[in-house]
């Protein structure tokens, strides 16, 4: 009599395993069914971290959907590793909330922490609703400022990747990847007004093999910026503008960073930003390395600093001054066309003590329509080589 009962269980499970693998392939788990209200106001921290688990913990694949609607939600840490794959569905907009306790020291509004093959997309929204905060930033005038959640946070987050998703009005960052490797980003959008403070669009740090891919970016800061430990990042057909541009560093702010390299950034576009290309490091005594960049077929459009590489970087003006120990080498301009917003198109300010190596600028055209006269470059301590085209005349 048991053993007829485990008989039967066994087919039945045999059964059930072969449906929702042939038959449905993905169980989905809709945020709805579980008691999500997607009134604007209800906090559905909860239930979506009840759903996700539930996805979490089930074998093969997973769908958490997010319909239709917006649903808020209070800071929340989804945490893997899982048994199966999940994907995160968000069809809807997801609402951060405004009040204090989920803003003031808290450094994130969603995160996905220690997961493997994650898919996030599905077309929807997520609202940081930042003009509450912003206020609240201090940190143009105070070092220790409190912070302000990031939207999303991926920490050591693995082989995944987010597509079709549309970030607003981030409090702080709009996306921080730390620890994670193999991750893709296609076809988002990042939008925050020019004047938001720290509203970098994709930031990154201690990760590699991170692709971003056609996309759109405008913010109050940098379009992507990439910290120490930034290793082979790939960015190709991403328009930036407004905002600060594509920025690597600041490095050198302390001791024991790891290295920037392999950075290659292709058939972007900028428009009307404050920088384009930039690499920036401290005048601090502290050693780093920064290698092998490509940036190939960008187009600038009225951009105020196109080409810069600034090692005395310093944005509060209290900085001693003194030598970066930063190494910069190996970076190639190659086919950079379009206009400059300022005189000094091209600026290579590097540390006397460790002069920028192997630069290359290869077809460069770029020109500037104002009252200051013809367009400019400008080499302090940086040794490379010029070929083909180059306007401004190279200082190389
Ligand atoms: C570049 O990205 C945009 C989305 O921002 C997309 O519409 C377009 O098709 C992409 N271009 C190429 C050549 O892939
Ligand atoms: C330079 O970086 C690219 C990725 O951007 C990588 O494929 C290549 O192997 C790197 N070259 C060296 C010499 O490290
Ligand atoms: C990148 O830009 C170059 C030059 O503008 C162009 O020839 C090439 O087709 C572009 N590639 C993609 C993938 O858009
Ligand atoms: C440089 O760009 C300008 C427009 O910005 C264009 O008129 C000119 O032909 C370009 N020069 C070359 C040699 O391609």
Redesign the pocket.
């Known amino acids: 009599m048991g053993s007829i009962s485990v008989i039967r269980c066994v087919y039945l499970m045999f059964l059930l395993a072969c449906t929702s693998e042939v038959g449905l392939g993905k169980t989905v788990f809709n945020v709805m069914e579980d008691g999500a209200i997607a009134d604007g106001k209800t906090d559905n921290s909860e239930v979506f971290e009840n759903v996700f688990n539930k996805a979490c913990q089930s074998e093969g694949k997973n769908i958490v959907l997010i319909p239709q609607g917006t649903s808020m939600l209070r800071p929340i840490v989804l945490k893997g590793p899982c048994k199966g794959q999940v994907e995160f569905q968000i069809i809807g907009t997801l609402q951060a909330p405004t009040d204090k306790a989920s803003t003031i020291n808290v450094d994130h509004w969603i995160t996905f922490q220690y997961i493997d093959q994650l898919i996030l997309g599905g077309g929807g929204k997520l609202d940081g609703q930042g003009p509450s905060a912003w206020g609240d930033n201090t940190c143009s005038k105070d070092p220790n400022c409190k912070s302000l959640p990031i939207s999303l946070r991926f920490d050591f987050v693995t082989n995944s990747k987010i597509t079709s998703l549309t970030s607003i009005n981030s409090k702080n960052a709009h996306m921080n990847l730390f620890g994670s490797k193999g991750i893709e980003f296609h076809y988002i959008h990042i939008i925050a007004p020019e004047d938001s403070p720290n509203t970098d669009g994709i930031h990154i740090g201690s990760s590699s093999n991170i692709e971003i891919t056609d996309s759109t970016i405008a913010t109050g800061d940098d379009c992507v910026s990439m910290s120490p430990g930034s290793k082979n990042i790939n960015i190709r057909?991403v328009t930036c503008g407004l905002g600060h541009g594509i920025s690597v560093g600041s490095l050198g702010g302390g001791p024991n960073e790891e290295d920037v390299s392999g950075l290659t950034v292709?058939?972007c576009t900028f428009i009307g930003t404050q920088n384009g290309l930039r690499v920036k490091t401290w005048a601090k005594p502290y050693p780093g390395n920064v290698f092998n960049l490509t940036f190939e077929?960008i187009i600038m459009e009225n951009v105020n600093n196109p080409i810069i590489i600034d090692q005395q970087y310093c944005p509060s003006r209290k900085c001693e001054k003194g030598d970066s120990q930063v190494q910069i080498h190996d970076v190639k301009y190659r086919?950079i066309r379009g206009t400059s917003s300022s005189k000094l198109a091209v600026a290579f300010d590097c540390s006397k003590s460790k002069p920028c190596e192997k630069i290359e600028l290869d077809e460069i055209n770029l020109s500037y329509h104002g009252v200051e006269g013809p367009v400019v470059s400008s080499c302090v301590n940086a040794k490379g080589i010029a070929n083909g085209l180059q306007q401004p005349q190279s200082c190389i």
Request: proline share 0%; net charge negative; hydrophobic share 0%.
């Open positions: 057909n292709t058939n077929d086919n």
